[in-house]
């Protein structure tokens, strides 16, 4: 399995930007699509964004779209999540997730790899 290891969490105010980032080791990297799944108390995880092996491709959830962009640099083993006009409803840990195979997925059973999670917190 590939190790991920999420960076860039924080505080932010309503209306503010953040972007994260999730750095790949163990493993060719460009042989995952890669995606950012978030949870919030109370809820189940749930699918933000996934891009493919080679970045062609990506996807979003209706509550992220607009918003957030994925993207992936190959040559450095990461994926980033530029998060802008962030609501409180954003507020979750945010996990990176991997999944040996072209195509992404939506949901958590589609990803073999996680890393452990990063904190952020939209205040109103």
């Known amino acids: 399995q590939v190790q991920l290891v999420e960076s860039g969490g924080g505080l932010v105010q309503a209306g503010g930007s953040l972007i994260l980032s999730c750095a790949a080791s163990?493993?060719?990297?460009?042989?995952?699509?890669m995606a950012w799944f978030r949870h919030s108390p109370g809820k189940e995880r749930e699918f933000a964004a996934a891009?493919?092996?080679?970045?062609?491709?990506?996807n979003y959830a209706d509550s992220v779209k607009g918003r957030f962009t994925i993207s992936r640099d190959n040559a450095k083993n990461t994926v980033y999540l530029q998060m802008n006009s962030l609501k409180p409803e954003d507020t979750a840990v945010y996990y990176c997730?991997?999944?040996?195979?072209?195509?992404?997925?939506?949901?958590?059973?589609?990803?073999?790899?996680w890393g452990q999670g990063t904190q952020v917190t939209v205040s109103s």
């Open positions: 997730a991997a999944r040996y195979s072209r195509g992404y997925g939506v949901t958590v059973g589609d990803y073999d790899s």
């Open positions: 163990g493993r060719t990297f460009s042989n995952y699509s």
């Open positions: 891009i493919t092996r080679t970045g062609a491709s990506v």
